[in-house]
């Protein structure tokens, strides 16, 4: 638990470049073009494909990081399952934003303290469940999945506080192809500055 409060407080530190970009930086073409059309469905289609596997993920491990090793579900083709859905969702909130410097801001935070955070948590994980662990760590990647080591029970048991904190982040996330409409519409307005076109 402490760990992740230091490294949700830390990425709140970091994320401050990221939101002066998503609201002062906007793309140099067409706001109605293919491009952005296309940039912005795209952007969609990760930031699904990023809450499906953290909803996935929740409903296993919600509530019982520290307390039980899971190795069913999602966490039996890949060890940091939920740090590949938050990667997905980060390459969305780029794309959806229609923002070149926010595509390559977010990975380049979110990788290397996901990285460091994953690191930590094995070390804990090792002292705290110890063989068990090991094996686990031969039979299953760290990242890429491996889906021909699926399995899973029939049933699961949720933590009902762990499935309401992700459908509150599912909702926010959700809204921000909206939070990228209101920007549109303040920029279009006058009402917020625009610092920098890209490319140029």
């Known amino acids: 638990m402490e760990l992740r409060k230091r490294r949700i407080d830390f990425l709140k530190w970091l994320f401050v470049p990221i939101v002066f970009a998503v ?3 906007r793309p140099s073409w067409a706001l109605n073009s293919y491009l952005a059309f296309s940039l912005e469905l795209l952007g969609y289609l990760f930031l699904l494909s990023g809450l499906t596997i953290r909803i996935w993920c929740t409903l296993y491990i919600g ?5 039980k090793l899971i190795t069913a579900g999602p966490y039996s083709i890949c060890r940091n399952p939920l740090y590949i859905g938050t990667f997905l969702l980060s390459i969305g909130i780029g794309l959806c934003f ?3 410097l926010v595509l390559l801001l977010v990975p380049a935070i979110i990788i290397p303290v996901h990285f460091i955070t994953v690191l930590m948590e094995e070390k804990h994980l090792k002292e705290k469940f110890g063989s068990e662990y090991l094996e686990y760590q031969k039979k299953v990647p760290r990242f ?3 889906f021909s080591a699926y399995h899973s029970p029939e049933f699961v048991e949720v933590n009902i506080k762990a499935i309401r904190r992700i459908a509150m982040d599912t909702l926010g996330v959700l809204l921000l192809p909206e939070v990228e409409d ?3 519409l303040l920029h279009n307005h006058g009402i917020l500055p625009v ?3 890209f490319p140029h």
């Open 195 to 197: 610092l920098w076109y």
């Open 23 to 25: 609201v002062f930086v």
């Open 63 to 67: 509530g019982r990081k520290t307390q």
């Open 182 to 184: 209101l920007l549109e």
């Open 98 to 100: 229609e923002n070149l």
């Open 144 to 146: 890429w999945p491996r």
